[in-house]
């Protein structure tokens, strides 16, 4: 084997190694400033009149919103009661084995506290976040709903405005202040699955 063709597979197998020193260096730091993102991101509020509030869903125990829906619903509630939503859209459809979608309960719980029902819109459809934004969507086409505030939980905001602006809604962030995630022990899961969800949802925008 002549001596320059040696030298030059050593000289690529040392490029290929600093490359992957290289990304194995990058990479804590580029996990840390989208954790960064994400956690900075939630503590904004664009609270403004706006067509419709869209609550995002979380799950439903029976024919109630759980906990963490339900302090959605509630902001969302408050956003309409005074006078920044025009209407509510209720997002969620049908978790494995539950009898009642997450925007049904989440109407259901919305009226038993004063809501209009033909003020609440629901789309049963969807199953994540991506999906949530496309169903509200086409109830906001079908009702001639211009503008929306986007009521989820703080740590949910970026990756849900970014779906948001995705599918051409005019949205505002509205985190909801009540959220039940204010611990430690509870934020830091949170926050791990948002950061998986959210470099995924990134790298799916690519292709």
């Not at 040696?6 to 996990?31: A, E, F, S």
């Amino acid at each position: 084997m002549p001596a320059s063709y040696r030298n030059g597979n050593c000289v690529m197998k040392r490029k290929k190694r600093y490359g992957i020193l290289v990304i194995l260096l990058l990479l804590p730091v580029c996990i840390l400033a989208n954790a960064w993102q994400i956690v900075s991101f939630g503590r904004k509020s664009e609270l403004r009149e706006a067509d419709t509030a869209i609550v995002l869903g979380a799950g439903v125990v029976g024919r109630e919103p759980s906990p963490v829906f339900r302090e959605r619903i509630r902001h969302g509630i408050w956003l309409y009661e005074n006078g920044y939503a025009g209407c509510i859209i209720m997002t969620g459809g049908y978790g494995d084995g539950t009898v009642c979608s997450e925007a049904r309960a989440a109407k259901e719980y919305a009226v038993s506290q004063g809501v209009p029902a033909e003020d609440i819109f629901v789309e049963e459809e969807s199953r994540i976040t991506q999906e949530n934004m496309y169903y509200a969507r086409l109830l906001m086409d079908e009702h001639g709903l211009k503008d929306a505030l986007i009521v989820s939980d703080p740590l949910h905001m970026k990756r849900a405005m970014l779906m948001a602006s995705d599918y051409g809604i005019p949205a505002y962030t509205s985190p909801t202040p009540t959220t039940r995630f204010v611990s430690l022990r509870t934020k830091l899961p949170f926050l791990a699955r948002e950061l998986f969800f959210y470099t995924g949802y990134r790298i799916y925008r690519i292709f």
